[in-house]
Structures are given as C-alpha cells and as structure tokens.
C-alpha cells in the first residue's frame, strides 16, 4: 500500500509505531543510532525510544558513554527504526540535544528500581575488568541507597534528536518499495518521493 504524502510526519510516525507496539514481537522502540565522533569516523548501536513528540526522539545514556562523547564533538545523529513483521522502515536524520535536568530526572524516576541501581553502576563503555567487578557495584549501590529515594545520577541523563530529515519505506513486491521523503523547511515540511 503506497505511502501517502498528506500526513504530518511526526502524526504518521506516530501511527506506524501504535501498529509496531501491537504486533511487532520484540522490543518495537528499538532504534539504531548512528553518531560520529571528532574525526568522522561513525559508529552505530541499538538503543530505545522513550519519548517523541514534534519536538524530537528522546533516548537516555550515560553521559560518559561513547554515544555521548561524540554527539558532544558533533550532534548530527541518525536513527533507524526496523519493524520486520510489519515490513516497515523509519530512518531520522537531525541534530542531537540533551534533554533539560526535569526532563531526565523524570524519566529516570519512572525506571524500575533495578535499572537505577544499574545506572550508577555501569562506566558504560569503559574497560570491564570481570562481571564480577560489575555486580560488586551493583551490591555497593544496592546498599548505598537501601529502600530509599535513587536520585539519578549526575553522569546520566539523555538526548532528543530533533529531525531534519525523515523517510517512511514500506514494503513493495518485486522489491519496488515505497519510500516518501519529509525535508524540513522554515514554513513545515516539504516531501518527496524516492525510486525504490
């Protein structure tokens, strides 16, 4: 079924990820973020949607992360969100911005207490010497904070990728997908159909 070009971009990603959440099997937030650091060379990973609105696609990190150390040196991101059982692809191009302080410290209240404890214990990306290493840091934090309030950590928090660019493919037989361009202008967005 063609891709029609008369929908806002963000209401269409926004149907196609209803559908995604009802059917897709596993992890239908699961996006691929492809960064590049100070030199250019990229680098890509899996990472999951928690937010969006006209205002971007929000994930969340460590700040010590690799991930973050390049979009510090160069903020141009790009996503892509593949939903095989509905033969679907968004890819989202645009410039990364970390979220204000509120903006982290709720969504970081929201995550089960696990994961928090998690936050504080990982140097994501850095060297790990053994798993045990690792759940020694777990157990530490794990006491530290006992049944209380975990604050985030300062080190933590997360980004939204505000679009410029965004392509919708659908699947087509014969391999002749459709795919509909959205380019943002200063009075919208202007679209544009691509060959397969």
Avoid at 33 to 61: I, Q
Avoid at 110 to 128: F, N
């Amino acid at each position: 079924m063609p891709v029609s070009g008369n929908i806002d971009p963000l209401e269409r990603f926004s149907r196609w990820m209803k559908e995604a959440l009802e059917s897709e099997p596993s992890e239908p937030t699961a996006m691929s973020l492809a960064t590049v650091d100070a030199e250019g060379r990229p680098s890509e990973r899996m990472v999951l949607l928690k937010d969006w609105s006209d205002d971007g696609f929000v994930f969340y990190t460590n700040m010590g992360s690799r991930k973050a150390r390049h979009l510090a040196a160069n903020p141009n991101a790009a996503l892509c969100f593949h939903w095989k059982s509905l033969k679907r692809q968004v890819r989202i191009e645009g410039l990364a911005h970390q979220v204000d302080d509120d903006t982290a410290d709720a969504y970081f209240a929201s995550r089960d207490r696990g994961s928090q404890i998690g936050a504080w214990a990982s140097h994501q990306s850095q060297p790990l010497e053994s798993r045990f290493a690792l759940e020694k840091e777990v157990a530490r934090f794990a006491a530290k904070f006992n049944i209380g309030k975990i604050p985030r950590p300062p080190f933590w928090s997360g980004f939204r990728v505000v679009p410029e660019r965004l392509e919708f493919w659908a699947f087509g037989r014969f391999r002749l997908h459709d795919r509909l361009l959205y380019r943002r202008t200063a009075d919208g967005w202007d679209t544009e159909r691509l060959y397969p």
